[in-house]
């Protein structure tokens, strides 16, 4: 009788099979995806009498269709939409990380981040606050040092009370600029107007991941409606080629440089003090 379902994600070498293994011991199972090479993992932990289910999601570092491993992620998420994502994310490593983090934000997941390796980060002299993180974000931060267990019980009771609450998890909206933002809002329209482009994903998740040139998403668009999706594309392809004039850049380009840039400003807010210059030690 399994009460929950808990998905972890994140970056490559965050550290999740370490946490999966550390939160789920023996009590595993390893195997495949339908029709793909990539690994699937799931194991079972045991929480205040409950059994939770434990899937360890293929390392990314998007929610873009551009590989295997980044479908199969997004996929799980709004096939089997579990109680709570654990983003494991590297606190050595704070804001690249943060990226695939601000796409969970803005599918609008119940999500908890499991701040990893904070004993790598202190011996580089990087303090972070989680507590302002977490209000920044609107998320749980949990720090951790998965290798060995620190904080891994405070993630899971955590990570419980997300999957117990009835939070309403409004997807982030973050600006991507003039262009970009009244596209994605003339898109937001569009979709808003189909139900099969708004039953997997939120309207404006799907308007940005057009502008991202995701395949899958054009390509199922266009076997639903052809005379939708070809609507959608004229409007996607209109602002490309307009950026691609005025400044020689595509659509994905200008939407990572804004996502990174949202990232910098919740990370000078006071999130993470440099105490000092590892590279003196050596
Ligand atoms: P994955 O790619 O996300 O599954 O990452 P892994 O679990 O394989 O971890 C990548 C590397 O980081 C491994 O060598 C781990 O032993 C190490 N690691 C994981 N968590 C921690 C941690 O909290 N502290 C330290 N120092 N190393 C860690
Ligand atoms: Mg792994």
Redesign the pocket.
Known sequence: DISHTFALA????????????HLTGARQHVGNYPGITVERKEGYVLENGQRIKLV?LP?TYSLTAYSAEELVARDFLVNEKPGVVIN?VDASNLERNLYLTAQFLELGVPLVIAL?????AKSRGITINTEKLSELLGVPVVP?????GIGTKELLATACQVAAGENSWQPLTISYGEDLDATIMQLVAEIERHSFLTERYPARFTAIKYLENDEQLIVLGRDESPTVAAALEAEVNKVSQHLQKTLSVFPEAIIADHRYGYLKSVLRNGVITQTFDSDRLY
């Open positions: 994140g970056n490559p070498n965050a550290g999740k099979t370490t946490l999966f293994n360890d390392g494991i990893n390796m904070v004993d790598v951790i040092i998965a290798r060995t």
